[in-house]
C-alpha cells in the first residue's frame, strides 16, 4: 500500500497542478488576454477559411481542365475516324484499299478509341 501510494506522488508531480497555470488563466480573463485570445482565434479561422477557399477555387480549375481536355480528346477521336471512313471509301471506289491499308487504319483507330484516358 505505501508503494501504491508513492507511485501516486510520482505521478502527481510530473503532471502541471493548476495552480502554475493560475496567472495564465488570470492574464486571459483580463480585458487584455481577452482581446489577445479573440485575435488569435479570428487569426486561425482567417486561415483556414483561405484554405478553403484555395482548395474550392483550385478544384473548379481542375475541374474546367479535365472538360476540356476531354472534349479536345473527342474531337480528335472523331476527326481521326472521320478521317479513316473517307480515307477506306476514297481508296475502296479507286479499288486501292489492301490488307495492309487496313490493318494500318485499323490501328490508328485503335488507338485513338481503346488507349486509357485519366480524366
Wanted: proline share 2%.
Amino acid at each position: 500500500m505505501a508503494k501504491n501510494n508513492e507511485a501516486e506522488r510520482q505521478n502527481n508531480a510530473e503532471t502541471i497542478e493548476p495552480e502554475e497555470w493560475s496567472p495564465f488563466f488570470d492574464y486571459l480573463q483580463s480585458a487584455q488576454g481577452h482581446e489577445l485570445a479573440s485575435r488569435i482565434v479570428t487569426l486561425i479561422e482567417e486561415v483556414k477559411k483561405a484554405t478553403l477557399d484555395r482548395s474550392a477555387e483550385q478544384g473548379k480549375i481542375n475541374m474546367e481542365l479535365t472538360h476540356r481536355e476531354r472534349r479536345n480528346s473527342l474531337i480528335l477521336q472523331g476527326v481521326v475516324f472521320g478521317i479513316a471512313i473517307i480515307a477506306a471509301s476514297f481508296l475502296t471506289y479507286f479499288d486501292k484499299f489492301n490488307s495492309t491499308i487496313a490493318v494500318l487504319f485499323g490501328t490508328l483507330v485503335g488507338y485513338f478509341f481503346g488507349r486509357k484516358t485519366t480524366f
